[in-house]
C-alpha cells in the first residue's frame, strides 16, 4: 500500500525564524517520485519540487531546502528565514512507479504553515 | 498555473441536481485526472483518463462520471448531487515527455451542495 504522512497538522512561526515540514511515506515499489505542493490561501497548487527514488542528493533553491532520506523514508521540506508570503498548505505527494499505466498522486493530508509577522 | 484550466469557479447545487465540471489542458498529454479536496483529508483521486478513449476509477469514483472527450477535455459529472459531495475540485494533467511526470493543477472548482 502506498501512503504518505505528514504528522504536524498545523504550524505557527514568526517570520525568519527556519521551519521543518516532515514527510514521511511508505511504498513497496523500489522506484517511485516524491513531490511537495503549495497551496497559498488563493487555493491554487503550485508544483515545488519533485525527487525520484535514485538521487537522494539534497535540494536547494533560495530559502527552500529538501532533505530525502530512503533511510527513513522520509523526504522533509525547510524554509529558511520564513516570511509571510510562505504562509500556506503544503503537500508531500507519492507515485509510485507502476501503477498499470498511469501516476496517480497520493497525498499527505498537508501542513498548514502560518508565518506571523 | 498556465495549462489547466477549468470552470465553471465556483457553483451551488441543491441536492438531487446535476452539474458537468469541465476541464482542458494545452499541454498535450496523454493522461488526465480529477481529485477532490476536503478539509483535513489531502487531495484524493476519483477518476484518471490514462488517454483518450479511456477512464479508470480512483480512491473515491462513488456519484461520479467522467468522460475523456477528447485529448485535451476531461469532464467530471454529477448526476444526483448530495452534501457529502460539498468539495473543491482539482483537475490535473501531466507535463512532459518522461515516464513519470509532474502533475499541474487547475485552479479548482469549489462546489457547495445544500
Known amino acids: 500500500a502506498q501512503k504518505v504522512t505528514q504528522a504536524q497538522t498545523e504550524i505557527s512561526v514568526v517570520e525568519k525564524e527556519d521551519v521543518t515540514l516532515d514527510c514521511v511515506y511508505e511504498t513497496r515499489d523500489t522506484t517511485y517520485y516524491l513531490f511537495w505542493y503549495k497551496q497559498p490561501p488563493s487555493g491554487e497548487l503550485v508544483f515545488l519540487i519533485r525527487?525520484?527514488?535514485?538521487?537522494?542528493q539534497n535540494e536547494i533553491s533560495g530559502r527552500y531546502s529538501w532533505n530525502f532520506q530512503k533511510s527513513t523514508s522520509s523526504f522533509n521540506f525547510t524554509i529558511t528565514a520564513s516570511q509571510v508570503v510562505d504562509s500556506a498548505v503544503y503537500f508531500c505527494?507519492?507515485?509510485?512507479?507502476?501503477?498499470?499505466?498511469?501516476?496517480?498522486?497520493?497525498f499527505g493530508k498537508g501542513t498548514k504553515l502560518t508565518v506571523n509577522p | 498555473n498556465a495549462g489547466v484550466t477549468q470552470t465553471p469557479k465556483f457553483q451551488v447545487l441543491k441536492t438531487g441536481q446535476s452539474m458537468t465540471l469541465q476541464c482542458a489542458q494545452d499541454?498535450?498529454?496523454?493522461?488526465m485526472y480529477w481529485y477532490r479536496q476536503d478539509p483535513g483529508m489531502g487531495l484524493r483521486l476519483i477518476y484518471y483518463s490514462a488517454s483518450e478513449g479511456t477512464t479508470d476509477k480512483g480512491e473515491v469514483p462513488n456519484g461520479y462520471n467522467v468522460s475523456r472527450l477528447n485529448k485535451r477535455e476531461f469532464s467530471l459529472r454529477l448526476e444526483s448531487a448530495a452534501p457529502s459531495q460539498t468539495s473543491v475540485y482539482f483537475c490535473?494533467?501531466?507535463?512532459?515527455?518522461?515516464?513519470?511526470?509532474?502533475?499541474?493543477f487547475g485552479p479548482g472548482t469549489r462546489l457547495t451542495v445544500l
Open positions: 499541454m498535450n498529454h496523454n493522461s
Open positions: 505527494a507519492l507515485i509510485p512507479y507502476y501503477q498499470g499505466g498511469s501516476e496517480k498522486l497520493v
Open positions: 525527487r525520484n527514488s535514485f538521487d537522494e
Open positions: 490535473a494533467s501531466p507535463s512532459g515527455g518522461a515516464r513519470i511526470d509532474t502533475q499541474y
